[in-house]
């Protein structure tokens, strides 16, 4: 319990580092190219938490901390970042560029495709439910040829750095070696909260699917939620939407196919085959965030709304 609670603190510790380098580094960079690289830096914790989760054969823990960081940010973060940001503001909206949340929502029905056929494969006991691991092989290198055409389109095409209201405080290349190092440094702690997680578990009489939609997940992704509330409740909107959607899309488009290829080198084999209630989770999720933000604004009441969502998922996981 003790190692337990040490290293969520130190991820939560390290996300408060990674929100003032980015923050350092969004003033001469600007959103698109920041909100990519905190992205890339900030699911590292995710990366090496599944990683070691399939080398100790915890497979369920595997796929809702997957599953877990996506419904996390998409719903959880994004929810807190629209009420900070829509508070702010005299009409009570928060306003930003729609076209990455319009983008995140298409990656993500991308991912939740091919998950949805393999559950109906599954379902119908078809000749395709036999071949799941060759088509997730598939699929992820497909799902990974969308989001490279997204990322170099994205970054072609994305903000340019706003006119610094306030003088920098530290140099470019600091902020760029504090990024990785407090990065780096949240994947090695996220062995050590892997480590204390399974006896955590047994202590508090949790399920495996609680801990890894709601425990992994929050702690995993600390680094998203620190950065995307300050950087709202600073009014830097477009930087906060970055960095929160930009998470999203690399977890579902990027790192999950990832994840599945690099499976099949380990004990544990990952693929797109999930319950039934994860597959909802996912769909619905999908659908939620296209709603709220695909108009390029969104009000306080709908940040709630998420977060309820999200709530509700956390309360039928506990009796998963």
């Known amino acids: ?11 939560a510790g390290l996300a408060w580092i990674v929100s003032f380098a980015t923050e350092e580094v969004g003033r001469r960079a600007g959103p698109a190219v920041t909100g990519l690289m905190q992205s890339t830096i900030g699911n590292l914790p995710e990366f090496f938490v599944v990683i070691f989760a399939l080398g100790a054969g915890q497979l369920v823990v595997a796929e809702t901390a997957i599953v877990g960081s996506i419904l996390v940010n998409a719903l959880l973060v994004l929810g807190l970042v629209i009420i900070v940001g829509a ?6 909206t928060m306003r930003f560029s729609a076209r990455l949340p319009n983008d995140t929502a298409t990656l993500l029905m991308t991912s939740t495709f091919i998950i949805v056929l393999i559950a109906l494969a599954d379902t119908a006991h078809d000749p395709a439910s036999h071949h799941v691991r060759t088509i997730s092989i598939v699929g992820a290198v497909a799902i990974l040829l969308v ?18 209201s306030e003088p920098s405080r530290m140099p470019m290349a600091t902020s760029v070696v504090l990024l990785v190092i407090a990065g780096t440094a949240a994947a090695f702690v996220s062995d050590w909260f892997v480590h204390a997680l399974k006896p955590t578990i047994h202590t508090l009489h949790l399920s495996q699917a609680f801990a890894g939609l709601v425990i992994v997940a929050i702690a995993g992704n600390a680094v998203e939620h620190a950065v995307g509330i300050v950087l709202a409740a600073r009014g830097q909107y477009d930087l906060a939407i970055s960095v929160v959607k930009n998470s999203v899309a690399q977890i579902a488009a990027f790192l999950f196919p990832v994840l599945v290829l690099i499976s099949f080198a380990l004990a544990t084999t990952l693929t797109f085959s999930l319950a039934p209630i994860y597959i909802g989770a996912f769909l619905l999720t999908a659908l939620a965030v296209a709603q709220v933000t695909g108009d390029g604004e969104a009000a306080e009441f709908e940040g709630w709304a998420l977060v309820a969502i999200y709530v509700i998922l956390a309360a039928v996981a506990l009796y998963e």
């Open 1 to 11: 319990m003790l190692a337990f609670v040490v290293s969520a603190v130190a991820l």
């Open 87 to 92: 508070w702010r503001e005299q009409d009570g």
């Open 147 to 164: 989001y490279g055409w997204f990322v170099s389109q994205y970054l072609r095409t994305g903000g340019e750095p706003q006119p610094e």
